[in-house]
């Protein structure tokens, strides 16, 4: 049973648009949700994470919207470059018991020129 | 500052053998976690160590072990591999145990299970 569902399994976007990745979740326990990027042939990266207590964090040209009632979160990509074509994944945190970290299956974003 | 760096890069290995993977985090970094990659299941925890110890476990079966020496490198055994042990597997290095914390990845290193 996936934990943290996330869509869409893959994005094109033209450079300069806006690029949306969403994921839900239904664990309440979940208190931390970090965002990755993968390049092809590298390990995963952080790339900005949020805590529950706050809606909205920005990084940059990255912004995670954050919808606890409905139990969803999203990342948002700003003025999209070619750059930014990877795979995305979100990740959530369960403090509890087992201290267990589940992911996404992953968003593959194309950014075309 | 060397990243983290995982040994071998890739591997392949026959039903039933087993197999250990290496890990050397970051300078100073402590805590190291494993992670299994494959195009089905997605990227799944395995187990972090902190200080030689096991502080945190995911779902798999007991045939996936780990351990993490006095410089902090972690190594991950693997027996009686099966065809769907076939996958990426990363490791991760971070200052702090538990996940909160920046995790640095390595590359990952590629099995197959023929």
Redesign the interface.
Known sequence: QQQVKQSPQSLIVQKGGISIINCAYENTAFDYFPWYQQFPGKGPALLIAIRPDVSEKKEGRFTISFNKSAKQFSLHIMDSQPGDSATYFCAALDQTGANNLFFGTGTRLTVIP | KAG?TQTPRYLIKTRGQQVTLSCSPISGHRSV?WYQQTPGQ????LF?YFSETQ?????FPGRFSGRQFSNSRSEMNVSTLELGDSALY?C?SSLGT???G???????TRLLVL
């Open positions: 983290v976690s997605g990227l799944q925890f972090e502080r945190n476990k995911g779902n990363l991760a538990g996940m909160l920046t995790q640095y990845f390595g590359p990952g």
